[in-house]
Nanobody, 124 residues
Framework: QVQLVESGGGSVQAGGSLRLSCVSS????????MGWFRQAPGKEREGVARIYTNSGNTLYAASVKGRFTISQDNAKSTLFLQMNSLKPEDTAMYYC?????????????????WGQGTQVTVSS
């Protein structure tokens, strides 16, 4: 079993920055891959970024590459998403997710565990 708790969302103007955090606990094998997803109203949930927790290998969606950075603090079992140069189209509920492998990225079904989400709102 894995527990994920996100924090750090909020409201910001376009061009601003936010840093999301996700504290994880539970089975280490089930957290070999961790990722951030987002879902805007009326849209499907989409993958934003993912990381292999043992190697640190990362991958980003094209829409956020160069603006967002996924990272981790293994000692504190915390996943981060640094979001810079935010745009109104980044407005969404952001979710932390965990799974045993990143092979299925960005398919939602490949991630078994999900946090409750944290809202990010970017105004123009």
């Amino acid at each position: 079993q894995v527990q994920l708790v996100e924090s750090g969302g909020g409201s910001v103007q376009a061009g601003g920055s936010l840093r999301l955090s996700c504290v994880s606990s539970g089975n280490t094998y089930s957290r070999y891959c961790m990722g951030w997803f987002r879902q805007a109203p009326g849209k499907e949930r989409e993958g934003v970024a993912r990381i292999y927790t043992n190697s640190g290998n990362t991958l980003y969606a094209a829409s956020v590459k160069g603006r967002f950075t996924i990272s981790q603090d293994n000692a504190k079992s915390t996943l981060f998403l640094q979001m810079n140069s935010l745009k109104p189209e980044d407005t969404a509920m952001y979710y932390c997710a965990a799974g045993p492998t990143c092979a299925g990225w960005p398919r939602i079904a490949s991630f078994r565990y999900w946090g409750q989400g944290t809202q990010v709102t970017v105004s123009s």
